[in-house]
């Protein structure tokens, strides 16, 4: 039974808790009756407009799960403080105060809060007591306390911290604030003008620091990020899905997620490009090759300009429209941006000759008519075009000539017949060859592009839309965010982070991956590489080894393979000595992955059954004949306890179980296997088993003491 003094005490934060969801339902309430009468306080459309998105986003933001507690720390400042002398704060996920406005409940994100994260017994930062906070479902059940002034301090042997580390995964992701460490809160609340890379090993809580980092900065820097917006980029929209519940749970509900593919969406894809030819697409050496073409585009004036205006003609010589073309050139604006410049240009020249002769200044609607004149819009054509992204790629694969002019150094000419060869697969089916199809280029592959004889007619790639967003780039000026948040980065290709430079140049980053995790054809083996074609050389590259959800049986299994994957990247260590390993050779795999299930089936948490893509479809055909319920990737309902899953999607997610059937299988599908291999194994954050027909690639043969197989 308790102890009388942990009785009342339990006693005293469940009431804190039931007033603190009180005070937090007023606020929603009072926010809600705004949000209806708005439109009548303000004074026009606008400002009801303005005002009625403010008072929205308000009412999201305080919506309360009452899954979720309010709050799951306690800080108590010593007399000594000279800030917080005596005072006492509940520190949870939202600010949460009473009627007359004091504070409930404090956000993590507070400065204040800080210390519930940094202070220990060496620097307890005017802390006397920490409090930590046990719950059962919503239910707060215990508590712990750390007598920092005492020199008390548990730090990682904390039991509630442990159990909150260790709780089932079920569904989607879930924010770690009750959890952060102090080496994680250094990047969480790292300035706004910051562009860090965290080179984190699996269970680190790599993606969890940058949802978090996102959180605290919109947070610290709310209306300047609400203007320039905070986005999240994602590996693919399984990975997206997985961490979409994390941001709203801590009250931010305005933040862009999307995958590169997202991004770069301006044409559909209907075609795949071989191997080879993809990774000449991606590669950095393109973007100067589009740069090339799309200069060439340029010319010079070869006669004079002689504008008809009434009974006046206004005549402008070689001479300075030649000037007026190098000006422009040299100023190395945006392409589109550069020719609207030339008409301006040329329009201020006529404008001086009329002021000359009329004695006067043409009007606004003269001044549209002179831009617009045949003679204008002619000589604007023949030196400075009108170019979209998609013509000047489709005129680059076009033209053989083009592309040798523009790629002249940069690509060989193997490469070169790649990007405009003729064989290739397009995803409508069967091969794509030479077709004499009529006149021009029509029917002409590049790799897996099928050109049709206009842009809008072309079967494109997915590089190919990096190329299109490459070249929209050069033309337009595109839009940015204030900053930008990068999952799974190690597998960006050069062309790639070119895309999220452009929506970043103004702002800053965090970016995220593992090396020993890359499977791309293209990927990094260098942060600073990485971070060169980012844009952001001088950025801060950071490792987190200490891994949290990943058991030390497991990653130490996992770690095995790092000596074959040749990267330069220090091994994972856990703080877990709980979790299970079990690796068995079987003769019935689909038998022994439903016994496996089942066997996993009897502890809490959910069950990953990680297989080679080709093998998702009978291994899930034979669970369901066996009475088991499985789920896809996609599918992240709590009750859908066992998903089987491609090892090509698994990147980022977690599973309290793991079973991971024939790894052979899944290093023999792609050219970077064994990364991919360990990717799969390290999924897993209380068990993972291993069943394999076939002999275990060669680097897990080398046992490890550390790594007990059963």
């Given amino acids: 039974m308790p102890a009388p003094d942990l009785d009342a005490g339990l006693k005293a934060e469940r009431e804190h808790m039931d007033i603190s969801r009180r005070a937090l339902r007023r606020m929603r309430e009072r926010a809600e009756a705004l949000f209806v009468t708005g439109d009548r306080v303000a004074g026009d459309a606008y400002t009801a407009e303005q005002l009625g998105r403010h008072l929205a986003r308000r009412v999201a933001e305080l919506v309360d799960d009452p899954r979720t507690p309010l709050f799951f720390g306690r800080l108590d400042f010593g007399d000594a403080d000279a800030d917080h002398a005596g005072r006492r704060y509940h520190v949870g996920r939202r600010h949460v105060t009473d009627e007359q406005g004091e504070p409930l409940v404090l956000d993590w994100r507070a400065p204040v809060s800080r210390a519930f994260y940094r202070a220990s017994a060496r620097d307890p930062q005017g802390l006397a007591v920490r409090r930590r906070f046990g719950f059962s479902d919503e239910t707060l059940t215990s508590f712990e306390d750390e007598r920092l002034d005492q020199g008390e301090e548990l730090g990682t042997a904390s039991r509630l911290l442990t159990a909150e580390i260790e709780r089932p995964r079920v569904g989607p992701m879930r924010d770690i604030v009750a959890t952060i460490q102090p080496e994680q809160d250094e990047l969480v609340r790292a300035d706004l003008a910051d562009s860090i890379c965290v080179q984190g090993a699996p269970g680190t809580g790599k993606t969890a620091v940058g949802l978090h980092r996102a959180a605290y900065l919109l947070y610290s820097h709310r209306e300047r990020l609400r203007r320039s917006k905070v986005l999240i980029v994602g590996p693919n929209r399984t990975f997206l899905a997985y961490i979409a519940a994390v941001l709203p749970a801590l009250g931010e509900v305005e933040v ?37 073409a799309m200069d060439a585009y340029v010319g010079e004036p070869t006669e004079a300009i002689v504008v008809s205006d009434g009974s006046f003609r206004w005549r402008i010589g070689l001479e300075p429209l030649h000037r007026l073309v190098q000006q422009t050139r040299a100023e190395q604006l945006p392409y589109a941006v550069g020719r609207e410049r030339v008409r301006a240009r040329v329009v201020g020249l006529l404008q001086r000759q009329a002021e000359t002769r009329r004695a006067e200044s043409p009007s606004d609607a003269w001044l549209r008519r002179m831009g617009r004149s045949k003679p204008v819009t002619t000589f604007l054509d023949s030196v400075w075009p009108a170019l979209t992204p998609e013509s000047l790629v489709h005129a680059l694969y076009a033209d053989p000539a083009r592309l040798a002019d523009a790629a002249d150094g940069l690509l060989t000419p193997e490469e070169q017949a790649l990007l405009t060869g003729t064989t290739g697969t397009d995803t409508a089916g069967g091969a794509t060859g030479r077709a004499d199809v009529g006149a021009g280029t029509a029917g002409r592959a590049s790799g897996g592009t099928k050109l049709g004889r206009t842009p809008k007619a072309t079967r494109w790639t997915i590089a190919d839309t990096v190329l299109i967003d490459e070249a929209a780039g050069l033309i337009e000026r595109p839009a940015g965010y204030g900053h930008v948040v990068v999952d799974e980065a190690q597998d960006l290709s050069p062309m790639q982070c070119r895309v999220i430079a452009r929506r970043s140049e103004h702002g800053s980053l965090t970016l995220l991956g593992d090396l020993a995790q890359a499977t791309a054809p293209w990927a990094a083996t260098d942060w600073r590489e990485t971070l060169r074609h980012l844009g952001k050389p001088d950025a801060a590259v950071v490792p987190l080894t200490v891994g949290f959800r990943v058991p030390a049986a497991v990653l130490a299994f996992a770690n095995r393979l790092l000596p074959a994957l040749a990267v330069d990247v220090p091994p994972a260590e856990s703080l877990r000595r709980d979790g299970a390993l079990v690796v068995r050779t079987v003769t019935d795999l689909p038998g022994a992955t439903v016994a496996e299930v089942r066997a996993a089936l009897a502890h809490e948490g959910s069950v990953g059954v990680i297989v080679e893509d080709e093998a998702v479809a009978p291994l899930r055909a034979a669970l369901t004949a066996a009475g088991v319920e499985t789920a896809t990737a996609d599918d992240l309902r709590p009750a859908a306890r066992v998903a089987v899953l491609p090892a090509t999607l698994v990147k980022g997610l977690e599973y309290d179980h793991v079973i991971v059937v024939e790894p052979a299988a899944i290093v023999s599908a792609e050219p970077r296997g064994l990364h991919r291999l360990y990717v799969v194994l390290t999924r897993a954050v209380s068990r993972l088993s291993v069943l394999h027909a076939e002999p275990l690639p060669a680097p897990l043969l080398d046992r490890s003491p550390l790594a007990p197989t059963g």
């Fill in 256 to 292: 862009a997620q999307a995958t590169v593919e997202d991004l770069v969406d301006r044409v559909a894809v209907r075609a795949v490009d071989p191997p080879a030819v993809a990774v000449v697409k991606h590669d950095a050496r393109m973007a100067e090759v589009l740069r090339r």
